[in-house]
């Protein structure tokens, strides 16, 4: 199993080189641009309206300016249509690039992180976190960018063309819009806190639902189908009251836009109305106004409501942004060193434990308590313990997978906190306690760590851990989680990938526990035989039969080591291996 990964390497910006500054620059100026001469059409469209309104009310009038100022005007509006699918497009994969690599940056920093990083995010978390919060954002540049630029332009230039015209128009104008702006900021007040409570619950939606899926057969063994739909329910129960609340503030915006429409109108022909009344000479020049300031007031509306749209989405981006900020704060607690030794600097003690102590973040307590050991190049080690006892956690300090509180671990007469990350990993095969089988095929499993092993070793490998006897080629399917295979067969495909890692020390923590006793000594015999003598091999254990045949047993209890030795010392000298013996049925009278 292939655990390298370089933290310094992790790139945790949002930018990449896709998106890099220069790159975000150059796109807010052409969407600037763009969007200004989109606005640019849409105002000057109704001055020629305008022109042809006033054209027709004098008495020789001319029907070649009126043709001349209408294809003036469908121009506009033909290059006002082609500007915007151009910032459609712009805009479109802008968003898609960015989110694309923000994507990718959230994924390399999860996987940059230790378990230990993660304890505070379940799976389900991240996975929402890394799918759909993105989503929300993808979908607020994408509608926001062009809605931010242009109400701004749209607004400052609409009512300087106003200006000239009864300072009534302006007035009426600019009180609908801070009106409609009012509304949607009191909306987006009273929404963005109902959406962090709506995502947690799509966490917990999505939890739940995992588990349910994944333990459907101990559901219809205890015939618990009824009281897991009651859970579902009283989540998605839950859910819909508060999606519902959010929906109905969120549906008030646009019938308040659809009820200012008519209403701004009505009000524009309420205040030419007055206008004619005070002055009647100018009965045609406000009639024209009045066109223009009307079409300009639909165009701010329709603007406010491009506005809205961005109201309706915003509230679950800012809770989506402040979910992907609180992946990128995490700070890791595995820093890498900056030793880059490869497999060249060889001692004869390869492991060793300084005064070495170690408690996971989320308990009180140390797991392991100063451990003082050393574990010789070449040597065969078994490791053995109650369930509990920190085996995993011993062996886990090794890799670097966790870092000691206090003491040291050291590789090679190295610190581990002084290797760099990759270097120190590609020492080590580490085959897990848990088998994780990829989707993919036998061959791309066991090449997982090593892609330079060939066809001829893979097949000597696959030999080796047993796994020929139940697949036909390399190009065998895996399925997600191995689904297609059983425990067993699992941690045979495990076992053939840590050897393909062709390292210098070698853990296997309890990786031969769903074997039967046969198949784990022919394994074992076949891994003695063909992995290089100088190598180091550390076996996890809760087999006596298999802890005896090791050179040296390190005995774990409570965090502590009880003991280490042979297993004809051992068995005179330490109660807790005693123990274990006993409860094995091990005897112990040759022994007395």
Known sequence: MNLSHNNSNTNNDIYTSKTSKTYIFSFIVAGIVII????????LAPQYLSDIMTEIHLPNRSMNNIWRWSIYMMTCVFASMITSIACAILVGRFSTTVTANMRHNVFGKIISLS???????????????STNDINQIKSLIAIGFHAIIKVPILSIWSCYKIRNMDISWLITIISFILTLLIVVLTVVIIVVPKYDKIQA???KLNSVSRDHITGIKVIHAYNAEQYQVNKIKNITEKLTQTEMHTNIAIGFIPQMVAFMLPTITLAIYWVAKHI??????????????MMIVNLYSIQLIVAVMMVTFVVMILPKAITSIKRIKEIYNIKPSIVSGISKLG?????NVAIEFRNASFRYIDKGKNVLNNLNIKIMSGSKIAVIGPTGCGKTSFISLIARLYD????????DGMDVKEYNVEDLRNRISFITQKSKIFSGTIKSNVTFGNKDVDSIDIDDILDTANVKSFIKTHDNETAQNGANFSGGQKQRISIARGLARKSEIYIFDDCFSSLDNKTDKIIRSKIDQKLPHDATKIVVTQRITTAMEYDKIIVLDSGRIASSGRHEDLIRECPVYRRICESQNISLNNFD
Do not use: C, H
Not at 404 to 411: A, E, F, Y
């Open 343 to 347: 497999k060249t600097m060889r001692t």
């Open 404 to 411: 000691v509180q206090s003491g040291q671990v050291l590789v």
């Open 276 to 289: 004619i009344n005070s002055n009647p000479a100018s009965t045609y020049k406000t009639m024209s106004d």
């Open 36 to 43: 200004w001469t989109n606005v640019y059409l849409d105002l």
């Open 201 to 203: 619950m799509v966490d």
């Open 115 to 129: 378990p230990q990083d993660l304890k505070e995010f379940s799976i389900n978390s991240l996975i929402t976190r």
